[in-house]
């Protein structure tokens, strides 16, 4: 079992910056897929960021890709979420995902582990 604790969130104003941490406990991260997902309320949850247990294989959407950068410490047992850049319309509560296939996905059932959510407000 994998427990996942999400934090880092909070207001910003727009073109700031933040950095959101997740932190796993019960089982090391090294070989799982990791992502971020974002979700509006009233709104599905959808694929942010995504990293394989290498680090070798990324994929973002396209609404983030050059503002954000995702990265994982596997020493820490750890990913990241750097947000740069950010406007109004990135507000959401940010959510990481692990799942022990190799592969990249941007798929919400994919992803069998979930943390509890951050909350990231862009005031405009």
């Known amino acids: 079992q994998v427990q996942l604790q999400d934090s880092g969130g909070g207001l910003v104003q727009a073109g700031g910056s933040l950095r959101l941490s997740c932190a796993a406990a019960g089982r090391t991260l090294s070989s799982y897929t990791m992502a971020w997902f974002g979700q509006v309320p009233g709104q599905e949850r959808v694929s942010v960021a995504s990293?394989?247990?290498?680090?070798?294989?990324?994929n973002y959407s396209m609404s983030v890709k050059g503002r954000f950068t995702i990265g994982r410490d596997n020493t820490k047992n750890a990913v990241y979420l750097q947000m740069n850049s950010l406007e109004p319309e990135d507000t959401a509560v940010y959510y990481c995902?692990?799942?022990?296939?190799?592969?990249?996905?941007?798929?919400?059932?994919?992803?069998?582990?979930w943390g509890q959510g951050t909350q990231v407000t862009v005031s405009s």
């Open positions: 995902a692990a799942r022990s296939n190799p592969w990249t996905s941007a798929v919400v059932d994919n992803y069998p582990y």
């Open positions: 990293i394989r247990w290498s680090g070798l294989n990324i």
